[in-house]
């Protein structure tokens, strides 16, 4: 490897980095707390007690992530459950995610 890319490898690193080329500005507990959530079905208070606060603090930040992937954020306080749903549910002439279709890998 030449010092040109080591300096590429750094300039890309930034100080908040969890890995190696990691360009994402998201904390390590809030992106624990998205994956929880699009890994489904739920982050519940109760089973995931220590991603709720998480979630509840970040809560813009989250939603903003997931509306980039078509979805919303779903999050009721009073029975502490939050899920996603396709964005645009329920809204006419929303534009929602492309469509989906399995595929077979052999």
């Known amino acids: ?23 994402g500005d998201l904390a390590l507990d809030t992106r624990r707390a998205l994956i929880q959530l699009l890994a489904g079905p739920s982050l519940e208070a109760r089973r995931h007690s220590h991603l709720w606060p998480i979630l509840l603090r970040d809560e813009a930040l989250i939603r903003s992530r997931l509306a980039e992937l078509f979805l919303d954020l779903v999050l009721d306080r009073d029975t502490q459950v939050a899920f996603t749903r396709a964005g645009g549910c329920g809204r006419p002439g929303s534009a929602g995610p492309p469509s989906t279709r399995a595929v077979n890998i052999h």
């Open 1 to 23: 490897m030449s010092s040109s890319d080591s300096t590429s490898d750094v300039s890309t690193n930034s100080a908040g980095a969890l890995y190696v080329g990691d360009v």
